[in-house]
């Protein structure tokens, strides 16, 4: 295929290096260093894709961010990315490209159907419509309106490209690397300043690369070239391209996505595709340029209609023609660049400009080369369906309400510029409150909320002269502030062409009898009698403007139709711009690959996995783990084709039979130092803690203050002032901030130091009736008889050499005790209690076993203290203490609280002693009353009692205590289960507790 | 009022549309009302247009301070369900569910409420137990709920992560058939409109600035446009409720704090129902446009500004991933925030106050969007009757003194804690 | 993301804290009679005012020391961060 539209030596790119490429199948061929949008344009084509809603066509209208139409679907190493901009994406060898939102192809759509009929789908006809039948919107239209509407289409395949982040501190960001952000970046750097600049695009110079301006007896982009390849070797500089800043946050945090793979057919090796930097910045430099405003006219989204700046880009970046015939209109001087470039490239255009007699440089050096100016002329519409053929123009008037006799126009595309929208994007994130500037017709940052100037275009200075002069200035004066050094540069001469006053008139009124659509947003569909017919029905608010059209809610989000939207709002409305205001700009300037977002916590490491120092040997004794919050547990350890259920009944089972050992090192623990390290415990926990001797542990609940159980556990005194604290694995960060909290804010009086130790000690629980026989073979230095190590006893000793301390508490209701090592002596200790308990038949046993225990004791934890009960529903009232006060006891007072009925924990058993009762089941009266169904109480946990080989529940019952005996059903309606059942105490296995003082 | 169906599209569309009349009028304010509603959100608009079509008292004012529509209403993740543990919770939002299945006739505006289900993820043996509490409970309210298996919700859900390389695997999840999303803007616009219709004034650009509180009787308000009497005026401000309780001195059980949401770029259909994923916080529905609806965590601090930051929809957006892998391709498009009116229990207030004829209608944390209709039912009703209805008798203020909360997470007063 | 100066250890990122909630609720003290609205006013009301409030952070990833932070809950400027025994 040849590039009919390529011009033979201008441009920026490699003619060295062909690249290949297919769209929509066929293949193609551009030259290293084109974009997408340049490779496809020089091989002639110019319909990429189908409008939103009409399903218009569509082709190319900037060649950049701003670009409404030219989204595709990419195809890149096996994978694929929806709405791809096809002005930003960089050619590489092999790139694949289909056009999106278009059935069967792009040329033929059957959904431009919806284009015909388009006057019935005005501005939110569906709010108006679908109603009927009832059942149809969700049945019938709006599944045929989903599949019409969206772009790309995403693959379900897991995304094998790496995100990164990276974090960075600098004096001075400066986002954009046109004439204005080099200036502030250079004269900054040289003052000393850490300086990062960060450049959108692949190329560094923004508008000098396009401008034919001398800066400093060299042109523009020599100029550029300079001065970023002299950054570029400054230390205290980073200089990137390829890196959008797209978010300005609080407290001068901005962050800029670097695309550092998608230009190359696939990521290099250890490179990731996108890195996410996050930036804190003590002063920010907004160079971000603008964006040329489109002129409001029929059909003006026809393929081949673009701004006049990006035919320019397209002519002097990638020596590539938009069009061989082309017709360009201004409303100001900007475009005679375009109109002067393509004559030097042997192009003859035409110019047409709104105004009457304009007077300047640029002017006159257009009419000396003979360019076809027509002034006060304006194009009333565009003819041609997939491209540009022919234009209707006509004369206007002084006034601009008259149009003269229409005459038709021969082009092939039509180069509009309706003058420059300062991006302010930055700055209005950044909490600036920006102002209307009347001269330019455009909003320009206000006063900084942050530590941010705004400089160049991006503030509405469009001569360069001043630009550079007030950038070096203000790179100077910030880096100042933070060097303290004064180094200064000078500011080079500039020769640039002087401009005149645009016109200000963006909109060409419609001839009498015409109905062509005059289009605002070019992706969402939005025309100038959508905005007409919102205010008609009182949709007044900008906001409600936007919302009701959909005006500037498209990829692009409006950086091209936001203007021109709120010009025509002002207009109808009679108001003046800044009246209407503009609706808020938030993050992210440009859509941001959610991947690049997230970064490396992806997969398996989208959250840490705690692990105990004993988890190998679990692992090798085939333990099945189960997730306890981020921490993996042995749920069971598996034996051949053991269930679940199997496995925890053999292993609970060996616990009161023989001897068990549970690995709880994922309890929390907090060690506890200081003198009134006693009185921290008593008034934390509901129960009295002055008296506990030293070398004793004690069970205690805590509460919140509003009366909710927050966490329970035992605490150990090992010295006079120094106690052990355990809590439950999922409470133990959320204890520990508790316990500081009351230390440093209420209490600071208190003296008392709390650490966290659960990495520090690896746990052992060893239960079961031969448990103290195990012990003793432990620990042979040390008596562990009943008298010496009584129940709640604590001792020191070591165990083979390795210090150890020894807890004698229970939580599966045997004779039991826990052992702490340290946690680099974990994996030792555990294999010595496995080796020694062997001749006792010892078996490791996991949480499943562990439930089962404690649920057939009554022991509660974590789902009766669900954060929703006190200390009354969980039987714990006879540690409440009536003589001390502590944490959240003044709400335990309350009505509701204190209620005669009030819920209790309860023992549950199927009335058949077969049928397991499922968690989560509810207990009522009347299984078959009618709904709703009133609900008595729930099944808060369920096992099989390996005491009494039959069901057990724990409930959280309504008037528990005046219910044991009752018979009732547990309904699981989500199960299909309806089982009759008794109430009993929640204590249905050693009710005195005589086991673990045995 | 026009009605509005296909048959008068099209006989405007030969007109050029020029023959639409306004959806509601801008008036100027009266000096006394009936009623006067603060707040054009949501629920103000429901509650005006209740108290016109259930009470026949018309001569009522909403008065918003910016545009109607403008906080929450149109700020959230449009998802309508009734998925609640807790009787009184579940009561209400299932007689709301009956409401938006009559929404877009009873208005005639299409809200495009849309059944597509609601599926709550279980990442353990665990949670399945905890879901299996609610989803009973909520059968035996007479709620429609489903408990899925693994391979089930692989059906529904082939493009979530069931793959090996995941941090907590699918163990399947609750569903709510009936649950769904609706239009957002089209709810406050329908509502507006029908009580427009009906003689209620709404009024934007309007600023309250004080309260008139004599002898413990509410006797009017002080705007920006001039002093409004009125003998009830009903709080329906959302995450501004604080700042208005101030001028009132009253200190509520409220704080208010930031919710991010975010959109990603239209793609064409992949996920036709609304998933939360259980091993963090984060939801994700596909609007009709194509773009995938996303949000989770608080930004966690009091806060009233309507940006939030980048980190705490990073960690949204991995849970994202962790859920759905093919997130990571798309592009977010689109961020914003609403400013929630937290209470200390997770549940709302919906109650008349210490101030004869002043009512209360806030703390809707981030569920508010959902319980539009419900909340302006019950608030016209006690409005209008001066007593709580069945419906809202356990939003009361004083639930906070006497223990009967309703906290469905269990998570106390951190309120910043989601 | 907010940038937070810990009295204890200097400016760090707002990823390092977590959020306490309101530093001018005063915990009744303990074994004092206190009424019904005393005790509800500190466990539930909330002033939660817009503009400058006063709040607890604790530096959870370093130092672990609670602290009062006076913050713009419009803007999220922070004025002054002081020890939990300070006042303004």
Known sequence: MSQDFRLDKIGLINRDKKISFKFNGKSYFGYEGDTLASALIANGVHLVGRSFKYHRPRGFFGAGVDEPYAIVQLYRNNETDPNVRATEQELFEGLEATSVNCWPSVNFDIGAINNFLNKFFPAGFYYKTFMWPKSFWYKVYEPFIRKAAGFGVASIKHDQERYEHKYEYCDLLITGSGPSGLASAYAAAINGARVILAEDKPRFGGSLLTSEVNIGNQSGKEWAEKIITELKGMPNVIVKNRAQVFGYYDHNMLVMSERINDHLPKSKKYSPKQRLWYIRAKEVVISSGSIERPLVFGNNDTPGVVLSSAA????????????????????????????????????????????????????????????????????????????????????????????????????????????????????????????????????????????????????????????????????????????????????????????TQHDKFWCVPLPKGKKYKRFLDFQNDVAVTDIELALREGYRSIEHVKRYTTLGMATDQGKTSNLNGLQLVSNVENKIVPEVGHTTFRPPYTPVTIGAIVGREVGKHSKPTRKSPMHLWHEKNNAVFVDAGVWLRPRYYKRSNETLFEASKREATNVRKNVGVCDVTTLGKIDIKGPDAAELLNRVYTNAWLKLPVGKARYGAMLREDGIVMDDGTTTRILENHYHMTTTTAQAA??????????????????????????????????????????????????????????????????????????????????????????????????????????????PYGTEALSTLRIEMGHVAGSELDGRTIPYDNSLEGMVSKKKDFIGKRSLNREAFIAKDRQKVVGVVPLDKKTSIPEGSHLVKDANAKLPNPKLGHISASCWSVEYNNPFSLAILHDGKNMIGEKLFALSPLKNKSIAVEIVSSHYVDPKGERVRS | ???????????????????????????????????????????????????????????????????????????????????????????????????????????????????????????????????????????????????????????????????????????????????????????????????????????????????????GKIKGIRTSKGDIKANKVGLCVAGSTSILAEKLNMTLPVETHLLQACVSEPIKPILDSVVTFGAGHFYCSQSDKGEMVMGGDLDGYNSYAQRGNLPTLQHVLTEGIAMFPFLSKLKMLRTWGGIMDMSMDGSPIIDKTHIEGLYLNCGWCYGGFKATPASGWTFAHTIAQDKVHELNAGYSLNRFHTGHLLDEKGLGTKTWIS | MLHIKCPYCGMRSQNEFAYGGDASVKRPELNKETTDSEWDSFVYLRKSLRGKHLELWHHISGCRQWFKVQRDTATHEIFKTLKPSEDI
Not at chain 1, 829 to 843: H, N
């Open chain 1, 734 to 843: 959320n204890v520990l901030s508790h316990l500081e909290y009351y230390l440093q804010v209420v209490w600071p009086e208190l003296n008392v130091n709390v650490v966290s130790t659960t990495e520090q000690w690896a746990g052992a629980a060893i239960a079961g009736p031969k448990s103290r026989d195990v012990l003793q073979k432990l620990f042979p230095d040390i008596n562990v008889s009943n008298e010496d190590l009584p129940f709640m006893g604590y001792i020191e000793s070591n165990l083979f050499g390795v210090h150890a301390r020894i807890f004698r508490i229970s939580f599966s209701g045997e004779l039991a005790y826990e052992v702490n090592v340290e946690s680099d002596n974990g994996n030792f200790m555990w294999e010595k209690i496995m080796e020694i308990g062997k001749e006792f038949e010892i078996q």
């Open chain 1, 312 to 499: 320019k880009e397209y002519l002097k970046v990638y020596g590539v023609l938009v069009g061989r015939n082309p017709l360009i209109f201004t409303n100001n001087d900007s475009a005679y660049e375009t109109a002067i470039e393509f004559k030097k490239n042997g192009i003859w255009p035409i110019v047409l400009d709104t105004r009457s007699n304009p007077e300047s440089e640029i002017i006159d050096e257009a009419k000396r080369m003979g360019i076809d100016i027509k002034f006060s002329y304006v194009v009333i519409a565009a003819k041609g369906y997939k491209k540009v053929k022919s234009a209707e123009i006509a004369k206007i008037s002084e006034d601009k309400k008259d149009l003269g006799k229409i005459e038709n126009l021969n082009c092939d595309c039509i180069c509009v510029s309706g003058f420059w929208t300062p991006t302010i994007h930055l700055a209005s994130q950044s909490g600036n409150k920006t102002k209307f500037n009347k001269e330019i017709d455009a909003f320009v940052p206000n006063q900084p909320k942050q530590e941010e100037t705004t400089v160049g275009s991006a503030n509405g200075v469009f001569n360069l002269e001043e630009t550079l002069k007030k950038s070096f200035e203000v790179g100077h004066k910030l880096s100042k502030k933070i060097t303290n050094k004064d180094n200064k540069v000078s500011v080079p001469q500039v020769v640039e062409k002087k401009t």
């Open chain 2, 1 to 215: 009022m026009q009605k509005y169906s296909v048959f008068n599209l099209i006989k405007n569309a030969f007109t050029g549309h020029k023959n639409w009349e306004v959806a509601w009028k801008d008036p100027t304010p009266k000096s006394e009302y009936d009623v006067v509603i603060i707040g054009g959100g949501g629920h103000g608009l429901a509650t005006a247009y209740y108290l016109a079509k259930e009470h026949n008292i018309t001569n009522v004012a909403i008065i918003e301070k910016g545009w109607i529509g403008g906080g929450n209403v149109g700020r959230n993740t449009t998802i309508i369900r009734s998925n609640y543990m807790h009787d009184d919770n579940a009561r209400f939002s299932e007689f709301g569910m009956n409401l938006w299945r009559n929404m877009s006739q009873e208005l005639n505006f299409n809200v495009m409420f849309s059944p597509r289900g609601i599926i709550n993820l279980a990442h353990s043996d665990a949670q399945m137990n905890v879901f299996s509490r609610r989803g009973n409970s909520m059968r035996l309210n007479g709620i429609d709920a489903v408990l899925l298996g693994r391979e089930e919700v692989k059906k529904i859900i082939p493009m979530a992560d069931f793959s090996e390389n995941v941090r907590f695997p699918i163990f399947g999840g609750l569903m709510q058939p009936s649950a769904g999303t609706a239009r957002h803007d089209g709810v406050a616009w329908g509502y507006a409109r029908q009580a427009d219709s009906m003689g209620v004034d709404i009024i934007q650009n309007c600023e309250v600035t004080g309260f008139d509180v004599v002898g």
